[in-house]
């Protein structure tokens, strides 16, 4: 009854937010409209995942609480790598990942999986992001490849892990031959203890090109269309996400799309910084005007003063932009979105995220 009730209501919800999608999206020209194809897709709900993060981990277990009757899986990221290239976990990954299996446990539907990341985390507390040379250390043999999903699959079996997302970016065309033997060998290993096997795709990510194996879910990430690196601006538009969906009809087997909340503050001396959605509504009250939705994103902007006389520009996703989004997704046939993260969501985006 339950998820009766829960399909009714995204069918009504579908209804009521036809308008405001046909506004931000305008009307498709030829073939199958946007409309017909959002008609089609809101017979069945959006399946649901999210990250939860290590250094927010927290306020993330907060937002999950509200929503364990959404989701299917919740990813926790993250396994970096240390120095020596093995699987590395921070102090904060240990605290918080017992709470957010403790929440997944209240609800059968929800499972844990662990995310890793090519990031190294040195001994003098820096970090090298999205690490190439790590993924090319890693990949370079059949020896080095068994060696990491051996100590994958440990971490699987000591933390109970469900399965395992791989989120290995900034990859060098040389490597892309060894890392797809890696994702198959993988699978394959994972499939052997009934364990799953997501794998992350930047925009940049040559799927046209890649005989990416069948079996894995992949998950595109459509978002970074603004941020830290550009001049304000929306994180993702409808353009961006039909352009992404209509790349990803190449890869095979089931596909997710990852919507991102929150935004980006960009102060006019150049600094960015990112924004959760509650810190960016907080942000809004000292509005020079009053905020206002961009009818090609559906997200809010602003501008405000600090303290020290500077001007900052704001542009960051509420629970209609989440939601105009997840129907542009829907429209184009994908069953399935995953929310770039959990921490400081508002109570609609917490809401959204648990029907």
Known sequence: MRRLARKKLWIVRFLYMSLFTALVTGCGIGGVSDAEKSV???????????????????SGADDLQGMTNGLTNVQMFAAYFDEADNLFFTESFQKGLPKVQEISRRSSLVHVDLTIVNDQKRKDGTDIQKDSALITRLMATEESRSKHIDQIMKAVEEYQFHGVEIDYERIEEKDWGNLLAFFKELYLRLQE??????????????????????????????????????????????????????????????????????????????????????????LAKSSLEMPRRDNASGSIHFQYVDQNKQKHTVWYADETTLQAWAEIVSGEGYRSIALWRLGDLGSKSVRFMNE
Not at 40 to 58: F, G, H, M, N
Not at 203 to 208: D, F, G, K, M, Y
């Open 193 to 282: 203890q009934d364990k799953t096997l997501r794998i992350v795709l930047e925009p940049r990510t040559p799927i046209e090109t890649l005989s990416l194996p069948e079996g894995p879910v992949y998950v595109m990430m459509a978002y970074n269309l603004h941020g830290l690196q550009s001049d304000p601006g929306p994180k993702v538009d409808r353009s961006f996400i039909t352009e992404l969906t209509t790349r990803m009809k190449v890869v095979p087997g089931d596909k997710v799309i990852a919507l991102s909340a929150g935004g980006f503050d960009w102060a006019e001396n150049g600094e960015a910084a990112a924004v959760t959605e509650k810190q960016a509504a907080e």
């Open 40 to 58: 089609s897709a809101a017979e069945v709900p959006l399946k649901k995942s999210a990250w939860v993060v290590d250094w927010q981990w927290e």
